[in-house]
T-cell receptor, first 114, second 114 residues
């Protein structure tokens, strides 16, 4: 079955360490997205990519970095510069050529930084 | 620019009662509208989408939503709530022009009492 795989499901890190969250899709989608979810704040867009080797900052990109070297993969690095990294992170993908194309989501990675 | 407002961060109903979750949007061009559901510790799943073919849209699990241009609304309803409907619900909008990046509402938590 086609879908999006995020790994790991739970991640624990010490403050000051960089950490990379994995996101892989086999839906042949051009567009991929990273969202951060905090209680009561909905989904906030971190980065998105609509084509390989290109990506754009979202609303809360500070302290995060991404790469898009392959169509299937869009890893997110949470750097030590992110002041409050503990959150639930969601990766999604969609077609990039149609506005009515829904997003397909992974099951998320819960990051805890202490 | 587009925006989405979901009225009520929490909605509580009894099992068997009508479910009504409210979503209002703001856009300068015809929108594409989506409702997603999120169960605890999971990603979002598409419930239904409006793409201008019909104003009343039917989705999975007996949910439906009606697009009302005059009211700029896309409220989600279900005739009879089930315990398994307890989840977080998100309304989202994309526009026919621009980057097709969706904007999400803050979400409404549906609580179902036995």
């Amino acid at each position: 079955d086609g879908g999006i795989t995020q790994s790991p499901k739970y991640l624990f890190r010490k403050e000051g360490q960089n950490v990379t969250l994995s996101c892989e899709q086999n839906l042949n989608h051009d567009a991929m997205y990273w969202y951060r979810q905090d209680p009561g704040q909905g989904l906030r867009l971190i980065y998105y990519s609509q084509i390989v080797n290109d990506f754009q900052k979202g609303d809360i990109a500070e302290g995060y970095s991404v790469s898009r070297e392959k169509k299937e993969s869009f890893p997110l690095t949470v750097t030590s510069a992110q002041k409050n990294p503990t959150a639930f992170y969601l990766c999604a993908s969609s077609r990039a050529d149609r506005p009515n194309s829904p997003l397909h989501f992974g099951n998320g990675t819960r990051l805890t930084v202490t | 620019a587009q925006s989405v407002t979901q009225l009520g961060s929490h909605v509580s109903v009894s099992e068997g009662a009508l479910v009504l979750l409210r979503c209002n949007y703001s856009s300068s061009v015809p929108p594409y509208l989506f409702w997603y559901v999120q169960y605890p510790n999971q990603g979002l799943q598409l419930l239904l989408k409006y793409t201008s073919a019909a104003t009343l849209v039917k989705g999975i699990n007996d949910f439906e939503a009606e697009f009302k241009k005059s009211e700029t609304s896309f409220h989600l309803t279900k005739p009879s709530a089930h315990m398994s409907d307890a989840a977080e619900y998100f309304c989202a909008v994309t526009l026919s022009g621009g980057s097709y990046i969706p904007t999400f509402g803050r979400g409404t938590s549906l609580i179902v009492h036995p």
